[in-house]
């Protein structure tokens, strides 16, 4: 492909602060417009300076990267400003700020020499409001509302800085479950709709395996990027988690704890009911198998309420209608 | 379809009201502050010794020679303080910083003490003469400017602003440890002089003086409204700032140089007056509900004219024979504010 295809273009990249011990690996990699792509990688990798360095805010040690077919390193700071948009990690908690003049303070790469913003201005400014769904925010304090509103009208400055290319530094760090999807569903439709780049740094992996275009991940041996699903399927995650105690389930798409099971116990059911009963069993540190010592979790469903059956070489041991008190049974036995 | 500019009629017309309220209170505390004195004076001859002659040769004297130019000082000097403590509070996002957080009244006691102490000691100054007071000026402003050179070299190598804060403190306080030294060696008489100069005082500014102190604070000012909204970026911090491409560095030299004109200025020709820069800033919030500096900036000048007025009137109430040091009454008014502005916002988040 020729140059310029690309919105940017990261070639052959080092990344670090002394030349004798580079972050990663050189490496080079391409982004398209209408592409979502999140960012991971272990803390201290390097994944704040790749992002800095693509805002052209830090130079790398080797290597050039280009917005539009253009090095970073030649565009003047209102040009830089006009085509790369950056949403730091930190918070906007000012006293006093209105929402609509926080999203305008986006405006200012074009703004003359007055400063002042135009009709237009503002209709941009009052766009990306609409586009991130708080318009009925725009004159609220900017300190009382919400971790997820706020997060929004970070974004809604990004878009009013009008942009091709949007940068995100951990957008979901502070926000609860329903407001991380939310937040990365809100990307990846800006990304579609709107034909932007943009690159999240992120550590919800999960977020990432589901909503994100392309993946991109930094490891000491060096830089990965794929469709979350091919590098699902080529063991890739593995990698990215191999000295830590957490194990990729490629079935599920689920990231859970690596267990030692030390006993291994019988079990018999059917179900949703099953499948929990299994995560309960493998937590407390038993294995479901055939060969038990005699032990045996029996798992029945009658109508509405669900029964548990502990039993060891057929005596009955403990009855329950909770998970939790079979826990703390099964505990208990296992000292 | 909403109107293209989000500022809602009522937030205009609420502003618009404030400040004309703010107008008239200016020009109230104004013709108070004339009328007041240690020599009774009917209004009625105030007015004529302003616009024209009244009976008296004294009052004429009294109005014209000492009680006018102490008001425009007052009016200056106030604004001067609270706009260089809305652009250090907005600068270092920090509710505490006030004119004097990168050392410039350090500085300017230095270049004071060094004058008065210093030079008294090897016996070439003495404190009766006529250009004394200019001299005492002009040493405050090179010590002001001294430190001011250091904080912009400082500020163009390093870019963490909470860096250039640490050091502007410590030049500062490297500036207090040399008066202390001065103030060690030198004699009673001088120590005095030099103490007063610290009590800060409204009165010693008239004629040619009260031009180069005009000057300097209309200088400063006009540049504070030049980089006003510039003040609305930095309010975010710097990785917005530098987000939407803020020249950072010419930035920050455009209100350092406000800033020490301002604080210098005032420094130099008052004396350290302290907490109405401080404290004015947290007013002007909770008056105007906004972070907005276009708003912010001209209420915030305003408010600071009219609480240094009020300091003075009170320093100076009627019936009472002594005038109060101008320093303790502005420290008296001012840390409520700032006691109360802490306590209401515990979280010390932003400004």
């Known amino acids: 492909m020729q140059k310029g295809a690309f919105t940017i273009s990261i070639k052959n990249v080092e990344l670090g602060y002394s030349k004798e011990k580079p972050l990663l690996p050189k490496f080079s990699v391409e982004a398209n417009s209408g592409e979502l792509i999140a960012l991971i990688g272990r803390n201290g990798i390097g994944k704040s300076t790749l992002l800095r360095s693509i805002m052209g805010l830090q130079m790398p040690m080797l290597g050039s990267i280009y917005v539009d077919g253009v090095p970073v390193s030649k565009l003047g700071r209102k040009q830089k400003a006009k085509a790369v948009s950056f949403v730091p990690a930190e918070s906007v908690r000012v006293a006093n700020l209105h929402v609509c003049d926080f999203v305008a303070v986006g405006r200012f790469p074009y703004l003359g020499w007055s400063r002042t913003l135009s009709a237009t201005d503002w209709e941009k400014v009052n766009y990306a409001l609409a586009l991130v769904n708080i318009s009925h925010l725009t004159h609220r304090d900017i300190s009382t509302i919400s971790d997820g509103e706020l997060q929004r009208a970070m974004v809604a400055f990004a878009l009013a800085q009008d942009t091709r290319i949007i940068i995100l530094d951990e957008p979901t760090a502070f926000l ?34 589901h909503e994100a275009d392309t993946i991109w991940m930094m490891l000491n041996e060096g830089f990965l990027s794929g469709a979350p699903e091919d590098l699902a399927l080529n063991g890739k995650f593995k990698q990215l988690l191999a000295d830590s105690q957490v194990l990729f389930d490629l079935e599920s798409g689920l990231f859970r704890n690596r267990r030692r099971s030390l006993k291994t116990i019988a079990f018999e059911g059917e179900g949703t009911a099953a499948i929990w009963t299994t995560k309960m069993l493998e937590r407390v540190g038993f294995k479901v198998g055939s060969n038990a010592e005699g032990m045996k979790v029996t798992c029945k469903q009658q109508y509405s309420s669900t029964e548990w059956i502990l039993t060891k070489n057929g005596v009955l041991l403990f009855k329950t209608h909770t998970l939790y008190e079979l826990a703390q049974k099964l505990r208990e036995v296992n000292l | 379809m909403s109107q293209p500019k989000p500022t809602t009629k009522p937030m205009v017309q609420r502003n618009l009201a404030l400040f004309s309220g703010l107008i008239v209170l200016l ?16 209004w009625v001859d105030v007015l004529k010794s302003i616009f024209g002659k009244a ?14 130019p102490k008001s425009i000082t007052a009016v200056l000097a106030g604004a001067a303080l609270s706009v260089s403590g809305l652009q250090m509070q907005t600068m270092f996002r920090n509710p505490l910083a006030g004119p004097y957080v990168l050392g410039i009244s350090a500085g300017a006691s230095l270049g004071v003490a060094i004058l008065v102490l210093g030079m008294a000691s090897v016996g070439t100054y003495s404190l009766t003469g006529l250009g004394t007071s200019f001299s005492l000026a002009g040493a405050a402003i090179l010590g002001s400017m001294l430190v001011l050179l250091v904080v912009l070299a ?57 031009n180069v102190f005009a000057i300097i ?33 010419l930035t920050r030299i455009l209100i350092f140089t406000s800033t020490s004109l301002l604080a210098g ?82 979280r010390f988040s932003g400004v």
């Open chain 1, 176 to 209: 609860d479950l329903p407001n991380k999807f939310e937040m990365v569903s809100l990307l990846s439709d800006l990304a579609q709709n709107n034909g932007k780049t943009i690159i999240y740094s992120t550590h919800d992996l999960q977020g990432a395996i």
């Open chain 2, 27 to 42: 020009a109230v505390l104004f013709c108070l502050d004339l009328l007041f004195g240690s020599v009774t004076i009917p």
């Open chain 2, 55 to 68: 009976d008296n040769d004294v009052w004429n004297t009294i109005v014209r020679d000492f009680r006018l």
């Open chain 2, 154 to 210: 400082v500020s163009i190598r390093v870019k963490d602003i909470m860096t250039i804060l640490i050091l502007g403190m410590m030049f500062g306080s490297a500036a207090s440890a040399l008066v202390s030294v001065l103030q060690y060696f030198s004699n009673e008489s001088m120590l005095k002089a030099f103490v007063i100069w610290t009590m800060g005082s409204l009165s010693s500014v008239a004629g040619m003086q009260l």
């Open chain 2, 217 to 249: 604070v209309l200088v400063g000012l006009t540049l504070s409204f030049i980089s006003m909204r510039l003040l609305n970026v930095l309010l975010l911090g710097d990785s917005y700032a530098r987000g939407v491409g803020l020249n950072l560095t």
């Open chain 2, 265 to 346: 200025g005032v420094t130099a020709f008052c004396g350290p007056i302290g907490f109405i820069g401080i404290a004015v800033p947290h007013i002007a919030r909770m008056i105007f509900r906004t972070a907005n500096h276009t708003v912010l900036l001209p209420g915030v000048l305003l408010l600071g004219s009219i609480m240094l007025l009020f300091a003075d009137i009170i320093s100076q109430l009627p019936g009472l024979e002594i005038t109060l040091p101008i320093n303790s009454v502005s420290a008296l008014l001012g840390i409520p504010i700032v006691i109360f502005v802490v306590l209401k916002n515990q």
